[in-house]
Structure formats: C-alpha cells, structure tokens
C-alpha cells in the first residue's frame, strides 16, 4: 500500500514515492526524515525551502531563505543519490565534488557565490547565491513562441557578457575550462545580465595532457576535442559560444540537428558579413585554428558594434524562420535584406533644458543606435612626455555614452560609468579592463571610490546607490531610499558615510538629499528643503561639510556633516537671470579644494565660480567656456581646475588665483572630467569613450 505524505506548504496529498508536491513544487519529507531533523521547518537547521525551481540529470534545484542572514535568498541544489545504480552514484557524487573544488575558487559578477555545501544519508546539498531570471533556454523559448525579434543589442550583450566570463575562467591559474557552454546553463536577469549558473563539468587545463580524462559535454554545443580527440582548452569553450551564437542567429537547435549546423544566412546589412565570418573562425574544428581567446572574439564583436552603429539600422538578421539553404556542394550563403530603418529626423531642445547633464546627442537628433556591451577595451597608445593637443590613449570599453569618469585613490585604475547601465573599472596605464558591474537596471549617473580604494558607489536612475567591491564587482549594499533618479553620490572621508542627491532633472521634481551608513543602509539625515532636482554632492576632504548643488538654483548649499544643519549659501549673480529671463542659473558641478578652504561651482551660464568658505568671498570666476559648464576637478595641489562642456567640445585647465586660461584639449564633447592623485594625467569622458591626457 501507497502511503500518503501531506505537502508542509499547501498542504496537497501526495504519494509517498513522490518526491516533490504535484500542487507547488515543494519538496516532500519522508516520516523517517522528520523524525531525524530537530526542526522540520528548516533544512540542515538553517534554510527554509520555497519554491521548486527546476530538475536536471541527477539534481533539484530549490529557491530557499537563509534563517541564519536574515532570510537571505539562496538557490540550494540536492543531489539526490536514491535509486542510483554504484556508477551513477560516483558520477553525481564527481560532479557535486567538482563544482565544490571550482566555485570555492571564483569570484566574479557573473558566476554565483557559493555559501556552503552539507549532505544527509541520501543526498548531496549546495548553497549558492539566488540568481533572480530564468534561463536563456526558457527566454529563448518564450521569445519564439511569442514570434519576437531576437534584437541585435540582446544578441551583442549576451556574447559580450560571455566573452567577460570566459575571458576570466581562461586566465586563472591554472586555466579553468567550462565545457558545458549552452542556453540551460546560462542565467538572464530582467535587466539583461547573464551568469554562468552549473559548473559540475568544468575542469583546470593541465599543461602536456593529451586529452581530458572524461568526455563531458553536451551533445551540440561540444567542440570536437570534447569526444576524447584532444585536451580540453580555452578554444573549446570559444568553440561552444560559436554554436551559441549560430543558435541565436538562426534559431536552430543544435542539439536536435544530427546533420550538424546548417549555414548563416544574415541579411547582408553592416555587421552582418563580419558577424557571420567570426562565428564560422569559432566554429573550426581544428582549435589551434580558432580565436586563440575570449578577449579576441570581444574585440571583434566591438569592431561589429561600431559597424553596425554607424549604419543607424535596427536589425542585421531576421527572426527565427524556416531557412532555404545554397545546395550541400555550394559554399556560398543565401542572404535575404530588410529594409532600411528610417532615422528620426533631429529635434533641437530648448535652451532652457541646456542644464540638464544629459547626452549631448539629444541636441543633435535621435538617430544614433546604442548596441550591446563591450568587452575588452580598445586603447589606442601614444606616448607623449608633458601637456599635448593629443591624448595619450583613448579606451573605448563603454558601448554607450559615458557619465562620469573616477580615479582609483592610488591612481592605478579608472572607473568610467555610462548609459549602457555598466561600470567599467580598468587600468590606468593601459587602459585594459579589469571588471564589469552590471547590477543597475538603468543610467549610471555617478560614481565615487571609497578613500581606502577597495569600495565603489554608484548612483543610478534605476533610483538605488549601490557599493560593491572594487576587486571583485561583488555588490555589498544597495540603497533604496529615494524614489527618483539619483543624479549624484559622494563618500565620506572616513569612508563610513555616503550622501546621494536625487530628483528627476527633465521634470523638476522634488530634490532629496540622503546621507546614510555605508555599512548598514540605514537612513541617517534627509534634506527635502528644495522643490529642484539635486544635480551634484561633494564631501570635504576634511570631512567637515557637504555641499549640495541644484539644478534650478543660483548657487549651493554648504551642510554641517554632523548634524545635518546648513551652515551657509554661496549664490551666484549672472546677467541671464536679467537678459533672458531666468529664475535661476542652474549649478551642474560642484567641487571642494583638496585643503577644504575653496569651493567651486560650475553652472549653466557657461561660468565657474570659486569661493573661500572661510570668508565668503569670491576667490575667481571662470569665463572662458562658450557652453554649460557639466563637469569640475582640482589639481591635487589645488592651484588649477579642470572644467568641461558637452557644447563647446573643450576641456579648460586654469589657474584659480587668477581664473586665467592654461591649456585647453580640444576634440569632441567632453561631459565628465577627473584628474589622476598624482597629478601627473587627466581623463575626460568623450561620447562613449575616455581620454587620457598629460596634464600641464
């Protein structure tokens, strides 16, 4: 006779051979497991189980609270070893163990942190990070059946996410080989990020094997050297991407094609002859014949980015159709064209809206195509001794414009934040990427280092402040107290608080300004004194003061960090507020000296003012931009200013004794400014990429 276990979440009757609930998914106690567990609430004493997420080969996989941090989500696999036969049970118990060895060793954005790993009599247990999404399989699935485009931003960011991945497991020491590359394994947040999630399979690269000693893989998406031909290397996981690609761009499902992959046929559009040869050099059975790394294949995909972005198009391929292919004995490949997108035609913004810190290609039109993520940055190199009208390299790891621009206390890395919802940190001297944040849903509008250098904030018009690691990209705290775009961030000193600055620009909502502990998120002082958007924050270096700026005021306010209280106001008089009308100037920049005597602010009426906080008085005024000045930094020994505009395509360097003109750096516009610790270089923010010039 059957027994009959009742569900502990909905309470369903179920059998007694069933290991999970038919009604919810839920896993199912045996009477003899209850009795053995002190609290039949909690697994291992600690996770409380929620929802069924999904099963494969030998494996459940679960979402769970951990009651130990607070009901902090968590994905929990079980291995379950009942049922199996001696071979399968060493099979499973080989993969728990591998994924174990390898995911204790990794730390990055993209693959899940493992929290811990226990076992009972008949099942194995890991407890990893909750990834939020569904799998590129499922999204995959939806999208055709639902008859969508696959967009060609979708298809971009999702290789040059998987190029950022492989490029790190490839540069471990020793190597770290996937091998098991496919849409199942592969995570989609709603936000467009993906994440390696299974590594059962992966495996280190031994230098002088013949070839691996298991052939793991899944049938279609393995590279040849994956059936025992050969050792599995960094080309064998370029091998499976290929397929991957082959299967977005086509919708074919290789693991149902035994024939092998039929030939691309893209629509012969910019990009698309490009991006069809470089999944066929992927696709080349032979690996030594193959992209020789994930990095190269990032760099192409950047080269097909910017082809494509130029064309102004909206598609390069057609959806998932039935195909007609060239015959078996013919290498050419049949290509089918779309009809050119048309551009919207330019719209000017009203000079009023000038002051908002928003890209500059609003003004000239809406014609411009922003395309996936990159990978990789593309830094070209010049090496020049002392200030030049040339910069001395350009990266181009941003995909989209950049927002800000920030200096590693040591001086040794940059972070660049842009519209494509990314952070990029890398480094200085070469402009090589070192990480990728990609946590925010939207703009990120600001960033800022902790003084210690191992933390980053970020601001975003998705509404929260994030603080990650420096190193690793790992996120530490997301702060949601504000419910508008925040449009500014800034530590403090002693690297304990952080003030954000909030409102939406375009609109002239309310203005809210937060300072709260970098520890815990918790609220510390809040400001809603002003009906304007908050445009900029800064700390003093001594720790003392906050100066906030407005978008529709005439000068900033100086707070008491202490108690919140506002200790003073510097206004600023400009001939607009007469000649054309203006209620008010508009600051875009605020900016304390190094010693926290001076503050200078940059404003909408092409003007950067610089006042003694100490008397009140003007120190200098700035008149040499004919645009809103966006952006403000101080040489480290606090004698010069940079300061840039998005309109007049310059960056100025002068002498604030005087307010007379150094040097100016000309080119394209320029929105963002930072100058590095050492006082040695200046990095500018350029449309989607970041110069780096020798200062004077």
Known sequence: MISTLFCSVCGAANESTHPHCFSCGQLLATE????????????????????????????AVYRARDMHENGRAVAIKQINLQGLSAEEAIEATDTFNREVSVLSTL????????????????????????????????????????????????ILALASQLCTVLEYLHTRQPPLIYRDLKPSNIMRTPTGNFYLIDFGVARRYRSGQAQDTQRLGSPGYAAPEQYGRAQTTPQTDIYSLGVLLHQVLSGEDPSSNSQGLSPLRLNGLPGSKELGMLVTWMLVPNPAERPSSARIVASELDRIKQLIAMSNTGHIWLPPVSQ??????????????LPQVPTPP?????????????????????????????VGAVAEI?????????????????????????????GKR????????????????DGRDALIYRQHADTVTAIAWSLDGKRITSASADTTVQI????????????????????????SPDGKRIVSGSGDVSGHDEGIVQVWDSTTGETI???????????????????????????????????????????????????LLQTQGWASVGVNAVAWSPNSKHIAVGFVDETVQVWDTTTGGTVSTYEGHSAPVMAITWSPDGRNIASATSFDDTVHVWNVATGKQILAYPGQPMDTVAWSPDGQRIACGVNAMVQIWNAP
């Open 346 to 374: 330019a719209r000017p913004m009203p000079p009023r809206l000038l002051k908002h810190p928003t890209r500059r290609r609003v003004l000239i039109g809406l014609g411009a195509l922003a395309v996936g993520v990159g």
């Open 382 to 410: 010049i090496h020049l001794a002392g200030p030049s009208l040339h910069p001395i390299y350009t990266y181009q790891g941003n995909s989209d414009d950049v927002t800000d621009v920030a200096w590693s206390p040591d």
């Open 107 to 154: 730390s990055h954005p993209q693959v899940p942190l493992i929290y811990d790993h226990f076992s009972d009599r008949n099942h194995w247990y890991l407890v990893l990070e909750y990834i939020a999404g569904q799998t590129l399989e499922t999204y995959l699935t939806t999208c055709q059946t639902q008859g969508k485009r696959l967009q060609i931003k979708e």
């Open 32 to 59: 003899e497991e209850k009795t053995e567990t002190q609290d039949e609430a909690l697994l291992h004493g600690r996770y409380q189980l929620d929802v069924f997420l999904g099963s494969g080969g030998f494996s």
């Open 414 to 429: 940059i972070a660049s934040a842009s519209y494509d919802h990314t952070v990029r940190v890398w480094e200085a001297a």
């Open 324 to 337: 007609v292919y060239s015959a078996p004995d013919s290498p050419q490949l049949q290509l089918q064209h």
């Open 468 to 491: 990650w690691d420096a190193t690793t990209g790992r996120n530490m705290l997301t702060y949601r107290g504000h419910t508008e775009k925040v449009n500014a961030v800034a530590w």
């Open 525 to 575: 002082l809040t400001s809603r004194e002003h009906t304007s958007a908050v445009s900029a924050v800064a700390w003093s270096p001594d720790g003392k003061r906050i100066a906030v700026g407005f978008i529709d005021d005439n000068g900033v306010d100086i707070w008491d960090a202490v108690t919140g209280k506002k200790v003073s106001i510097y206004e600023r008089e400009s001939p």
